[in-house]
């Protein structure tokens, strides 16, 4: 097997294979072109002298015609060198019957001119026989080296593509081995012609071997030229690939703005080129939940894409737009002497995502922006604090804006200490849980206690419940900061049993986030079982914002009403609670909010909202116990309406528990 056939079987692929081929023969179209134009001169010049001998010895006019039929095919080859092979290949159509195929028509079609004109050139030097008689002149020996010295020299030249030389090189040795054997016949001129054929046997050989060499090494020069092709194809992909990862890693695919990590990395350049001020905008939807819980998420989706491009269409040039994520988008700009200023700027914002969407129907979001406006270079904590101001929009109200001031930098401040301290504090046991009495409705009698988180930072004094659960859940202490206040409230109720107070209630409050994100049912049990409580000495409220979400708060909430702890509904009619939740939760007591409760007498519309809920808990089998009662006259109000209990400052205020353990002492000696 040839070297040629070698390369080409090692390539199972049947496209692949093809394309090289191609390749090959392209090579020893090119080659033989050059080797052709290299070999012409030589054979003119042997024609010319071929013709001058045979002019000496009398064959003049035979010469003649013998030199214009090699000139005009010499001719005829070079003209093949010379003329760009796509016009030769249009230009002979005729000879394109047995083309492969369309890919390498062009070449095939110029090999096969070539084979053509190289054959009839041999054909003119098989002709030299007529100028010396058949080889038997005294010039015989002449013409013998010439064509032996021109056929090999074909080979020499041919080597690219074996049959041009092989086409060339049979007719005139041929022609040779004839007149030899046939004319003149003799044991030398027989021996003569038995050389002549073995030499044409070996030019044909060494033509062959010469292309099987030559298409090795154009196969090895096309494999290097397609493999370096296929690694700069590969590197370029893999650079398109890391372009379109980076991208990925830097942009939002949905709304396809900057994502907060292409955020992070652009934000610090834009501060660090400033001049002036920078102000930095931290957006959220308001309502969006509810949008995805209603339409569903693809919905959703289309809601924030829609969003984005409003926002998009209302930011300055400058600034820096990006989605962090959820329905969280922020903006950075710099503000220079002719930038919108930064309340301009939030309305127009805000009344861009006030229109109507289209798939929302009669639905509307709102949104609340957080304003920080600084010459910091820190970036996250600009974030920081526009998102603080961000909550306190969104804390007065849907579509509203705040600025970062000292207040909130006050009170950012505060969180990051207690952040910070917590975790020392629950340690130290330096928390508190004080309790404030729950009066029946003749305003004497103790009905129970209310668990109220306390502590006095070193530093910032009394923290408010709410913060400490906040700080507590930032701070990963949720459910340490629970177990300590379920362990006082059980405390508090074992010494109620021991005190022969069984009658009594001790409440404590779950925040929407513990009832989310901690099993309370199973801390409260386990506290119940380890302290051998009664389950209907402990109350549970949950105020109206944890029951909006049934799903986060009924699975637990009817595992603790099924054990028999009670259930309480607290701040009651400033949030959104149902009927039907009340009936579902096993509600055993609602506690109506102290806005409504605090000057009630005077407040005609409060006193009737009272009296309509205490109408109600008739119905549906709970107490109401009003909260914020401050005066005698809201006491006789409420005594009035029939309410079943109260809790105030004008009855006590929170106590510490061992005050509060000293108030039931006294209360049992009476």
Known sequence: MSHQQNSQASYTDPAHAVSLRQLIRSDQLMALRQTVLLSMPVNM??????????????????????????????????????????????????????????????????????????????????????????????????????????????????????????????????SIIFCLATIETSATRMALAAAVLLYLAALIRGSKVSEGLVSHASA?????????????????????????????????????????????????????????????????????????????????????????????????????????????FVILYPLAPQAEPPEQLARRLIAAIRQPFARLAHRHIGLSLGITITRSDDINEMLVCSDAAMYEAKRRGRNQFHVFNDDLNAHLQMKRDVERDLADALARRQLEVWFQPIIQHDGRTLDGFEALLRWRHPRHGAIAPPDLIEIAALAGLSEELLRFIIGETGAMIAFL?????????????????????????????????????????????ITEETALDLQAASQSLVALAMQGVSIAIDDFGVGYSSLGFLRQMRVSRVKIDRSFVTGLTDQTENQALVAAVLQLSGSFGFQVVAEGVESEDDLRTLQALQCHAMQGFYFSRPMPADQARRMVSALAQV
């Open 220 to 328: 090895l020069k096309n494999e290097a030229t397609t493999a370096k092709q296929a690694l700069e194809v590969a590197h370029q992909d893999l650079h398109r690939f890391a372009q379109k990862m980076q991208y990925q890693a830097g942009h939002d695919l949905l709304t396809g703005l900057l994502g907060r990590a292409g955020f992070m990395e652009v934000a610090p350049r834009m501060v660090a080129r400033q001049e002036h001020a920078l102000c930095m905008m931290f957006l959220d939807l308001d309502g969006f939940k509810v949008i995805n819980d209603a339409y569903g998420h693809d919905a959703g989706d289309q809601v924030l894409v829609e969003v984005a491009r409003r926002l998009q269409a209302s930011v300055p040039e400058t600034a820096t737009l990006a989605r962090l994520g959820g329905d969280e």
């Open 497 to 541: 049993q021991a005190s022969g107070r069984p009658d009594l209630r001790v409440s404590m409050n779950i925040s929407p986030r513990e009832m989310e994100r901690i099993s309370v049912d199973e801390l409260v049990t386990e506290m119940l079982k380890s302290r051998q409580l009664p389950a209907r000495m402990l109350e549970i409220e």
């Open 45 to 174: 010049l042997l024609g010319v002298i071929s013709t001058f001998v045979a002019w000496r010895s009398g064959k003049v006019s035979i010469a003649l015609i013998w030199l214009a039929c090699s000139g005009l095919v010499n001719v005829l080859r070079i003209l093949a060198c010379r003329i760009p092979v796509e016009r030769l290949a249009a230009a002979l159509p005729f000879l394109a019957a047995r083309t492969v195929g369309d890919g390498d028509r062009v070449t095939e079609l110029n090999l096969r001119l070539h084979c053509t004109l190289a054959l009839m050139s041999g054909i003119v030097w098989a002709g030299v026989p007529l100028l010396c008689a058949g080889y038997t002149t005294p010039e015989t020996l002449f013409y013998l080296t010439c064509v032996c010295g021109i056929t090999a020299g074909a080979v020499t030249h041919g080597f690219a593509f074996a049959r041009i030389p092989i086409c060339f090189i049979t007719p005139p040795l041929l």
